[in-house]
């Protein structure tokens, strides 16, 4: 049973344009979901984390969390050709306690 | 967040023999985690490191094919036992600084097999 969908892209947005990368999971009661950032042949870096419903904002990443359609979004403004990457979803595993389920992740494209 | 610092980063083994993976963090940390992320695939969970005993592990992984040590708070080695094609991925440790805290990631260990 897969927990935590997302969407396996590409997502291809021109410079300048929002960027909007969905992730929806199955566990009812995940409480904390994350968005980590994965260039090629490098580790994931987390950029953003969420606990509440609503909406949580740095810089110019918003992550979007709905609860009640077990739906989180993250979503870029301004993109730029460096926010070409994979972006990972994931939430904590319900066997593993703090342990993290991973989507398979959206590759984003960033066209100049 | 802590620095995290994995070795070898990258390596070419022979099928049949084995690796040992060290992860070294600069603080102390709750938790430590070991994943693996085959080629164009997403991360996987191996185990859960404990320090002073026995790693958790996850389906689909046995501790005969990836002991895992944790001596202390601030290291854990993962070795791949008896490694075949398959085994080929990038091996990733993960720590949890304290409660609360988000997962941070280190810089992976790519491993192939010959």
């Known amino acids: 049973q897969k927990e935590v969908e997302q969407n396996s892209g590409p997502l291809s947005v021109p410079e300048g344009a929002i960027a909007s990368l969905n992730c929806t999971y199955s566990d009812r009661g995940s409480q904390s979901f994350f968005w980590y950032r994965q260039y090629s042949g490098k580790s994931p870096e987390l950029i953003m984390f969420?606990?509440?419903?609503g909406d949580k904002e740095d810089g110019r990443f918003t992550a979007q969390l709905n609860k009640a359609s077990q739906y989180v979004s993250l979503l870029i403004r301004d993109s730029q050709p460096s926010d070409s990457a994979t972006y990972l979803c994931a939430v904590p595993s319900s066997n593993s306690g703090y342990a993290l389920n991973f989507g398979k992740g959206t590759s984003l494209l960033v066209t100049p | 967040s802590a620095v995290i610092s994995q070795k070898p980063s990258r390596d070419i083994c022979q099928r049949g023999t084995s690796l040992t993976i060290q992860c070294q963090v600069d603080s102390q940390v709750t938790m430590m985690f070991w994943y693996r992320q085959q080629p164009g695939q997403s991360l996987t969970l191996i185990a859960t490191?404990?320090?002073?005993?026995?790693?958790?592990?996850e389906s689909g992984f046995v501790i005969d094919k990836f002991p895992i040590s944790r001596p202390n708070l601030t290291f854990s080695t993962l070795t791949v036992s008896n490694m075949s094609p398959e085994d080929s991925s990038i091996y990733l440790c993960s720590v949890i600084g304290g409660d609360s805290q988000p997962q941070h990631f280190g810089d992976g260990t790519r491993l192939s097999i010959l």
């Open positions: 969420i606990y509440s419903n």
């Open positions: 490191a404990n320090q002073g005993s026995e790693a958790t592990y």
